[in-house]
């Protein structure tokens, strides 16, 4: 299991303004935060992945299409929450690059919806049930 994942922003207020409205809705809750870093974990006492927010050092413009991260995909309970999330992020203005739906392309049930947080960093809610 992997423990923890780092994404460095250039704006670690806006980054977290932004993470905290979204991050309950995926299952986490905050970890803690300190001047120079933030970090959430999996809610209710849950095994999981935490993800650390840090400010970047360096200026530099990011790709999911260049060589490092490509993408960070939430598993989540039911398809009404990947609608939820789709809700959300499109009232906090994000680039939606697919819409909830199924990918019948992925291993089945795979029902998910793709969008860019404000960093450009391309992010997935995902239910891997039936289930609404």
């Known amino acids: 299991m992997i423990g923890h994942i780092g994404i460095n922003v ?3 207020r806006t980054a977290k303004t932004y993470y905290d409205s979204l991050m309950p809705l995926l299952g986490f809750t905050e970890f803690f935060t300190a001047e120079d ?3 959430y974990r999996p809610a209710n006492g849950k095994p999981g992945t935490y993800l650390f927010i840090y400010p970047a050092n360096e200026v530099s ?7 490092g991260l ?3 995909a939430f598993m989540v309970r039911s398809r009404s929450v990947v609608k939820e999330v789709h809700k959300l992020v499109t009232e906090l203005g994000a680039t939606v690059l697919h819409e909830p739906r ?5 291993p089945q049930p795979y029902y998910a919806t793709f969008w860019l947080d404000p ?3 391309m992010l997935e809610a995902v239910c891997h049930h039936d289930r609404d």
């Open 61 to 67: 413009d990011y790709s999911r299409h260049r060589t």
């Open 102 to 106: 199924v990918f019948p392309e992925y």
């Open 10 to 12: 250039p704006d670690l």
């Open 70 to 72: 490509q993408h960070v």
């Open 37 to 39: 870093e933030f970090a």
């Open 119 to 121: 960093f450009g960093i």
